[in-house]
């Protein structure tokens, strides 16, 4: 085996009022792939800010050692130039600049101030073929899809003479067609001797990649574990992130006897959605779906299925262009063209996009969660804001949302509580119909338990569920009964007896090229 | 003003009345929720030290009465303009226009009373409603059409102020009937006996405080009532002896001149009935919603076009009451009035805390900036500070208070 590469040695970093980190040390040998998990609020985000000197030598405790000495980075700049570069969730790109304006965006090659446009298109494509792309370098990033662009951003970082490649959760916005890809690319880097550190949830993805996983709970470091070996396993890592053994991971459930006498709770029919700009492109075709009350009903789909589209277009038409289709709510026909209607009748969507589509961060938490049903605190047009405040203080305590006010901004929390917010929102204003859009998205394992929780709750207070995921397992825990789409379309049923994860996978992948 | 209350660390006995932190002393308390609360008290402080310095550099000069009374009118309309500013910024947009809208109601108002005989109720009244529908056009192409705010307000300014230009026929109109005049100059009339002060001015000021100290008495009951936690008892106390002793300043300082100005009163208004509705309104809410997260505002179901389109149409007519004040007071209406009002308005409402980006902001927030270049303003003035440096130093006003708030918020965040 070989050496260390990289050394952190019990590092602590404290912001006011908080101990992000208390004790972390890790230890990354070079030439490996190491991962890194832990629940959200765990830390390992900023452990890996202390390496690359957001957090300046200084800020924290500790000491770094890479390649063999002492280091103290006093601003990304300096990491960078000793070949450490970390690649964020949230993409560094300028969409209207080209590949090539991108990639070496800070580093251009220029002389005398004047960029010399030969050897960086030449260059550009060089790194573009090494990362496995044969875009042409003067394409814009806005024209090229989000798997790509994650390529582009390592593009750029191999332009840096990058040794140690930090990627935090680079998998969680693609599909796997994008995921697998990018593994591989993570894997032949390896090859050529790039060491690389990945932040990621997915565990299934860390055996594939990672040779070591270094598992970090509440700013302390817990162990670091050989993939390779046999005693590894996702339970392992689960107990470990969490500290405890979790031998449950769907809270129990008796499973929906369906009422056929009644009218679905919700019910759409043919429904068809063109794309909002390319409006040839039908996003959905032809759906036709039914959700009863007191029914947890999946949606599975992988990225790009029109799962989110079809959600959003029957909600007030927030998305595309509506060709066709009709909604029924308890067997009756109703219209649904602005959010306030579908609002009006009952229906609730839980965007699978908090930070965008989901919260207003810099609000706090007690105004983000009246916001919908603001007429439930308000008389004649004004908010009693005691009431307000009363009916958030009860959401903080029974959705566990982890803060001390509910005057807290909401972008200080953390992605678990932040949809717990979100929820908090959506079940004030009191629907009949939740569309639940990957409602545990980058949220940890045990935030993700008490979410499931609540929604078992809610299908269990009478409410029908439709539960949008692209996570197969955490489908057939949840529900009663799944649909499955592709390319726009539906194309399966199963009840949950009958419904794996082959077999939803399979319909998932289901003419995927055919429609292309 | 509060200021100095602050610093008096009061060896009052540790609060019995328990509390969270009542062990740690008063000041300890004033200091706990001073830093917790920086971004609202920040730009206060800084007011008081501004009152603060100019009062010593002027020798007493800035507080003398009639200053004290000057300064309210000269910065009436600045501020009744930061107020609208205020929520066309927490919406996420932002009006240049008004300076020019300004101008162009006065002009019209000047043509109605001086050229028409209106009188002068019923062109108040048109004004208004002129304003209002000046500012719903440009609503109704930024909400309904798309357009950015900065560009069709900036056609604003341009066409508001040629229209003055064309309505005025490049003359200054003018005098205004005294009824309109006295928007702009006006103080409330004096009656009962003779003292040395003006007495409905002082029973004014009283019921100011009755009405504050009761209204606070009543929050945070009903807090305690609905189980809530309150502020610890001292700190409560505090604070409304800083409120009463501001308010009685104040009072005290009008009352012995020509009492209050009837501007205030109207000012005072507006600041109460904004402050309500930005804070307890569900319109007011929607304008934060659609400010600091659009498209989760629309996906809330607010009706973010209507909103937007009210906003606008608001500032019309705040900029229409705004361009009255200062006709009346100039009791002319010129080409060039209003010039540089939209800068005034805006700086104002940054220093008082808004936000680029949108979703931020008070209204309190927006008086205080106004009242922060009001004052500079004045105090330069009395020292014969030239406006060439009078300029320079408001610029760098602006900057320094938004290079502290950014500098505060890095510090707590992340």
Redesign the interface.
């Known amino acids: 085996m070989a050496g260390p590469v990289l050394e952190m040695r019990s590092i602590v970093k404290t912001?006011?009022g908080v101990k992000a980190l208390s004790d972390v040390t890790l230890t990354v040998r070079q030439g490996e792939v190491h991962a890194i998990c832990g629940e959200n609020g765990a830390g390992k985000s900023t452990l890996m800010k202390v390496l690359s000197g957001v957090h300046p030598h200084g800020t924290y405790e500790g000491e770094i050692l890479f390649e063999g000495e002492t280091v103290s980075f006093k601003d990304i700049r300096a990491s960078e130039q000793r070949g450490i570069v970390i690649i964020h969730q949230e993409l560094a790109l300028v969409p209207y600049l080209s590949l090539a304006e991108n990639i070496f965006l800070g580093n251009e090659h220029a002389t005398r101030g004047l960029i010399n446009w030969n050897d960086t298109l030449r260059h550009a494509s060089e790194l573009l073929r090494r990362v496995g792309l044969s875009d042409h370098p003067e394409t814009r990033v806005a024209d090229i899809g989000v798997g790509k662009q994650q390529l582009v951003e390592i593009a750029k970082a191999l332009s840096k003479k990058v040794k140690l490649l930090i990627l935090d959760e680079p998998t969680a916005a693609l599909n796997d067609e994008d995921s697998d890809k990018l593994l591989d690319l993570i894997l032949e880097l390896k090859k050529q001797g790039i060491t690389a550190i990945i932040i990621s949830h997915k565990l299934n993805e860390i055996r594939k990649v990672a040779d070591s996983v270094t598992i970090i709970r509440d700013g302390q470091s817990i162990e670091t574990l050989d993939v390779k070996s046999a005693e590894t396993n996702e339970d392992r890592i689960i107990s470990g992130m969490v500290g405890r053994d979790l031998d449950n991971r769907f809270p129990e459930r008796t499973p929906h006897e369906a009422e056929s006498g009644a009218a679905p709770a919700l019910e759409i029919r043919n429904w068809t959605v063109h794309h909002p700009i390319d409006q040839q492109r039908k996003v959905v075709d032809d759906v036709s779906v039914q959700v009863r009350r007191g029914e947890i009903v999946g949606i599975a789909g992988l990225m790009g299925a029109g799962r989110t589209e079809l959600a959003m277009s029957v909600?007030?038409r927030?998305y595309g262009r509506h060709a066709g289709g009709t909604v029924l709510k308890d067997g009756k026909e109703i219209r649904t063209k602005?959010?306030?209607e579908?609002?009006g009748h009952g229906i609730a969507?839980v965007?699978e996009d908090r930070k965008?589509?989901?919260?207003?961060?810099?609000?706090t938490i007690n105004?983000n969660i009246?916001?919908?049903a603001?007429?439930k605190v308000?008389k004649r047009?004004?908010?009693d804001?005691?009431?307000e405040?009363?009916v958030s203080?009860g959401y903080r305590k029974s959705m566990n949302i982890k803060a001390p006010?509910v005057f807290e901004p909401v972008g200080k929390l953390s992605g678990g509580n932040q949809q717990k917010v979100v929820l908090s929102?959506w079940i004030f204003a009191g629907p009949d119909v939740l569309i639940l859009d990957e409602p545990t998205r980058g949220i940890d394992v045990g935030a993700k338990y008490e979410i499931y929780t609540v929604i078992d709750q809610l299908a269990a207070q009478g409410k029908a569920v439709v539960f949008i995921s692209s996570e197969l397992p955490e489908l057939l825990g949840m529900c009663d009964r799944i649909y499955t789409m592709a390319a726009g379309r539906l194309t399966g049923e199963f009840p949950r007896a009958e419904a794996t994860q082959e077999v939803l996978m399979r319909q998932m992948t289901k003419d995927k090229e055919v429609s292309r | 003003m509060s200021t100095d209350v602050t610093k008096s660390p009061a060896a009052a006995p540790p609060g019995k009345s328990g509390g969270p932190a009542a062990d740690g002393g008063l000041l300890q308390l004033v200091l706990d929720g001073l830093r917790r609360n920086m971004r609202q008290y920040g730009m206060l402080i800084a007011l008081g030290l501004i009152v603060a310095l100019f009062a010593v550099w002027t020798d007493g000069d800035l507080l003398l009465p009639r200053n004290v009374s000057n300064l309210v009118l000269q910065n009436s309309y600045v501020l009744i303009l930061a107020i609208g500013m205020m929520l066309v910024i927490i919406a996420g947009h932002i009006d240049l226009s008004v300076g020019s809208l300004t101008a162009f109601i006065g002009a019209f108002a000047a043509v109605l009373t001086v050229q028409h005989d209106v009188s002068w109720p019923v062109a108040v009244v048109l004004c208004l409603i002129v304003g209002a529908i000046a500012g719903s056009v440009q609503g109704f192409f930024i909400a309904y059409l798309g357009i950015p705010s900065f560009i069709a307000t900036l056609a604003g300014m341009l066409i508001f102020r040629g229209m003055t230009e064309i309505f005025l026929e490049g003359q200054t109109l003018g005098p205004f009937p005294d009824g309109l005049q006295k928007m702009g100059n006006g103080f409330l009339p004096e009656v009962g006996p003779t003292t040395n002060y003006h007495n409905i001015t002082l029973l004014l000021g009283l019921a100011v405080i009755v009405m504050v100290v009761l209204q606070e008495v009543r929050d945070r009951k009903?807090?305690q009532?609905?189980s809530?936690?309150v502020v610890p008892r001292n700190l409560f106390l505090l604070k409304i002896v800083a409120i009463v002793a501001a308010v009685l300043t104040v009072t005290m300082l009008l009352a012995s001149y020509k009492g209050a100005p009837i501007i205030l009163l109207v000012l005072g208004a507006l600041v109460v009935g904004y402050g309500?509705i930005m804070?307890?309104?569900?319109?007011g809410?929607?304008i934060?919603?659609i400010g600091?997260?659009l498209?989760?505002?629309?996906?809330?179901?607010?009706?973010d076009k209507k909103v937007t389109f009210l906003v606008f149409l608001n500032m019309g007519a705040l900029a229409a009451l705004a361009g009255l004040v200062v006709a009346a007071r100039l009791n002319a209406a010129g080409p060039k009035a209003g010039l540089n009002f939209e800068l005034e308005a805006i700086a104002s409402a940054f220093i008082g805390g808004a936000?680029m980006s949108g979703?931020?902001g008070t209204v309190l927030g927006a008086i205080i900036g106004g009242l922060v270049l009001g004052v500079l303003n004045n105090g330069m003035n009395l020292l014969g500070v030239g406006s060439d440096w009078q300029q320079v130093i408001k610029g760098m006003a602006l900057l320094a208070a938004v290079g502290f708030d950014v500098w505060n918020k890095r510090?707590?965040g992340?």
């Open positions: 912001f006011p909600f007030g927030s602005t959010v306030a579908a609002v969507y965007t965008h589509y989901g919260l207003n961060l810099i609000d105004r009246s916001l919908t603001l007429d308000a047009g004004i908010v804001e005691h009431e405040r009363q203080e006010t929102k | 009903r807090q009532e609905f809530l936690d309500y804070r307890n309104a569900v319109f809410r929607h934060y919603a600091g997260n498209p989760a505002a629309k996906l809330s179901g607010v009706k936000s979703g931020v510090k707590s992340s």
